[in-house]
């Protein structure tokens, strides 16, 4: 039909018509099979460029920024702990890195507990043995924030830390735990030797004191009362509180001021009602036996 229908065109034209044919409509070379049309030039390979910067990393360093408002330095910790576990790996690294400066390694701490979860509780914790103070101080903080009770143990070690200012925040954090089992290690680093200087209470035996009273466990109470007696008004007054903390009792009579010193009284009185209590709980232990 298509040759008939030319025949009846003038030859210019025809041949326009034959040489403006779509090429869908040409015949595939005959050394190819039928439907098999030869491809497009072939891509070439690109390039893998990787990111120079570290999203994570460059997040960080805009929250620890000390030239910015906190305004704006607090969006970027929140982007920051926006990003979940996926940002913690980044963040361990540079959390346990001696080169990170000390507020980008407190900042980062502080987002791990923030994150949250096991892996950071993992991380926090193994910042407990960095060689620098502020790593292991932000650990703490760290770990204070995830308020885990699986904590415990590593906070617990921490007591017996070489820098007073850990130990003073590990009794913090243990009393914000409140488990009863750190009162027993509260109470043999009460009186490390490190926590005394000539013979004076140092800062880190009140933390503890009011760790113990925040726990309020029986296993405390001897070091408590002990503690009565401290030569530093602020341990012992600590003492006294915590002491009502954990037993519900005051000794005190009404005519005496709430910010009193402690008193030989008041030791006197704690003291023999400590001894009664044990030994009723000697004598009964006896007679169940």
Known sequence: MLELALRTLPCALAIVLLGSAPAW??????????????????????????????????????????????????????ALVARGATALPSLTRLFRTRDSSDRENWVAARAIGRIGGEGARRSLEAGLESPRVITRLGAIAGLRTTADKQSAPALERALFDQAMTVRAAAADALGELGLRRSAKPLSRALDLPANFHQGRSLFVRRHMVQALGSIGSISGMDALIGALSDADPEVSMAALLALRQTTGMNFRSSSVLSGSPVSDQDIEAWTAWWSKRRAGESSNAGTAN
């Open 25 to 78: 409509a040409e015949e595939p070379p005959a050394d190819l099979p039928a439907g098999d049309l030869p491809d497009d030039e072939p891509i070439p390979e690109l390039p893998v460029v990787e990111a120079t910067v570290d999203p994570i990393l460059e997040l960080l360093g805009q929250a620890a920024n000390p030239g910015i408002p906190e305004s704006q330095g607090q969006r970027f910790f929140d």
